[in-house]
């Protein structure tokens, strides 16, 4: 797991969202170098020379422990830095405030994260899905909507989600969605647990259906959905044309028949 965690730069633009991310990278990694950053490191060891406090080199285990983590986790969010950045950043020595320094360059003021809260709730109400996503297409941004409020402390109940992401989808799926909605434990379902993450070319094969109990609303047949029913419509199409041309081919091989049989009593004549 900590092979596979990348160190996530940051995007000037995208501080909380960083924020979380860089959390999240030290836990994978190590979680005593977010410690020493939320917390600062531990005093440094000192002694009296000539009346005079001076800090010494550390000589117990636990002080060499917390200076060598107090260098990587200032190491650390050095690289995390776009590199423009990090010689205005160096002057910092230690990892409490290189965070704030870093926090307070990109983090934005109280103004601009309430304009950015409320472009972002305007996004959800306005949420809906395109004829051109599928499922999962539809789910990852709406599950990036969320994740972008919730880093803002923007709260949003479980039921209201789902309630979303039904709302959402294109008329195809009304059957399903209104079967979704009368459903009493929206609240403990998820988002992936709606899809099954297993949708692939809007097949909604987990979502606990019965497709031979599901009613396609525009044509009322049973057994499929708009996409499968126009196939279906184009096959009974096909099928047609095809049998009136046998029923033409079977008139013209009769007429000929016929005709031969006409210059064949001629023929007797």
């Known amino acids: 797991v900590v092979s596979a965690a990348r160190l996530p730069i940051l995007n000037p633009n995208e501080f909380d969202l ?7 990278y030290f836990l994978m990694t190590d979680y005593s170098l977010w410690e020493v950053i939320l917390n600062g490191d531990s005093p440094a060891p000192t002694r009296v020379v000539d009346g005079v406090l001076q800090p010494v080199a550390p000589t117990t285990v636990e002080q060499r422990l917390a200076r060598n983590n107090e260098l990587k986790a200032r190491g650390t969010f050095l690289m995390a830095l776009p590199d423009k ?38 996004q959800y109400e306005n949420f809906s899905g395109s004829s051109t996503e599928s499922l999962d297409q539809i789910n990852d941004r709406l599950q990036n909507l969320i994740s972008q409020l919730e880093i803002l402390r ?51 094969t987990s979502m606990d259906f019965d497709m031979s109990k599901v009613e396609y609303y525009n044509c ?49 004549d």
């Not at 960083?18 to 999240?24: A, D, G, P, T, V």
């Not at 160096?90 to 994260?113: P, Q, V, W, Y």
């Not at 009136?244 to 081919?249: A, G, I, K, M, S």
């Open 85 to 122: 950045h990090q010689l205005k950043f160096n002057s910092h020595k230690d990892a409490k405030t290189l965070m704030e320094a870093i926090e307070k360059r990109f983090g934005g003021n109280t103004d601009t994260k309430k304009v950015q809260k409320t472009l972002l709730k305007q």
């Open 18 to 24: 960083w924020k979380m991310r860089i959390e999240k």
């Open 154 to 204: 923007v709260s949003l109940s479980q039921e209201d989600i789902i309630l979303k992401f039904l709302r959402s989808l294109l008329s195809e799926w009304k059957t399903h969605t209104l079967i979704w909605r009368k459903k009493t434990d929206l609240d403990k379902q998820s988002l992936d647990d709606l899809t099954g993450r297993n949708l692939r070319a809007n097949r909604p």
């Open 220 to 268: 009322h047949m049973k057994g499929y959905f708009a996409r499968e029913c126009r196939s279906q419509k184009n096959t009974r199409r096909n099928g047609a044309a095809e049998s009136q041309r046998r029923n033409v081919l079977v008139e013209a091989s009769t007429s000929n028949a016929l005709v031969s049989q006409c210059d064949g009593v001629g023929s007797y």
